[in-house]
T-cell receptor, first 117, second 116 residues
Framework: GAGVSQSPRYKVAKRGQDVALRCDPISGHVSLFWYQQALGQGPEFLTYFQNEAQLDKSGLPSDRFFAERPEGSVSTLKIQRTQQEDSAVYLC???????????????FGQGTRLTVV | GENVEQHPSTLSVQEGDSAVIKCTYSDSASNYFPWYKQELGKGPQLIIDIRSNVGEKKDQRIAVTLNKTAKHFSLHITETQPEDSAVYFCAASTHAGGTSYGKLTFGQGTILTVHP
């Protein structure tokens, strides 16, 4: 596709339920980021992949959060035993190259709005 | 780690006026400063960026200035139009500390409203 695609757009989960959020980056993009955006706030970094390697997961808030990108393209962010504080928009972004190899612009998807009730 | 502060949180202007949004950052190693526009229900979209080796950059009605000494950078929008209404985010990124891949630290956002 032409841009970063995320699915589902909206997800309502009952507290304690597991959820999986999908990101289809722009074809050929090496770098993939996940960000969490709470209501009225700026996005906050969760994790980074370079191809299939997860190089940074320092932003994941707890061990209930897990991300993977097994073939270096599609990525999934999984949240186990969801809690109300997990309610947020989850944004995926991709860029052609890492910045230290000359990459610049990160393209964001529309996000998945997760509501935990 | 990096901390980015953004002001004001809301900005209301009349169509045709200029709008200025300011950000400060804490990590002197930061060297890339993008600005994003986010419309309701959409992801952030890059509108302009600046690197630390440049003091100013302009693209039509939008300009960004950077003061490395003071560690602050600003977005200037001239001749504002109603379609400029959105939330604007500044961000900072660094090569240092293993974040050479471009991890962004965002400001809190500014809600810009342009009245016709």
């Amino acid at each position: 596709g032409a841009g970063v695609s995320q699915s589902p757009r909206y997800k309502v989960a009952k507290r304690g339920q597991d959820v999986a959020l999908r990101c289809d980056p722009i074809s050929g993009h090496v770098s993939l980021f996940w960000y969490q955006q709470a209501l009225g706030q700026g996005p906050e970094f969760l994790t980074y992949f370079q191809n299939e390697a997860q190089l940074d997961k320092s932003g994941l808030p707890s061990d209930r959060f897990f991300a993977e990108r097994p073939e270096g393209s599609v990525s999934t962010l999984k949240i186990q035993r969801t809690q109300q504080e997990d309610s947020a928009v989850y944004l995926c972004a991709s860029s052609f190259l890492p910045r230290d190899l000359g990459g610049t612009e990160a393209f964001f998807g529309q996000g998945t709005r997760l509501t935990v009730v | 780690g990096e901390n980015v502060e953004q002001h004001p949180s809301t900005l209301s202007v009349q169509e045709g006026d200029s709008a200025v949004i300011k950000c400060t950052y804490s990590d002197s190693a930061s060297n890339y400063f993008p600005w994003y526009k986010q419309e309701l229900g959409k992801g952030p979209q890059l509108i302009i960026d600046i690197r630390s080796n440049v003091g100013e950059k302009k693209d039509q009605r939008i300009a960004v200035t950077l003061n490395k000494t003071a560690k602050h950078f600003s977005l200037h929008i001239t001749e504002t139009q109603p379609e400029d209404s959105a939330v604007y985010f500044c961000a900072a990124s660094t090569h240092a500390g293993g974040t050479s891949y471009g991890k962004l630290t965002f400001g809190q956002g500014t809600i810009l409203t342009v009245h016709p």
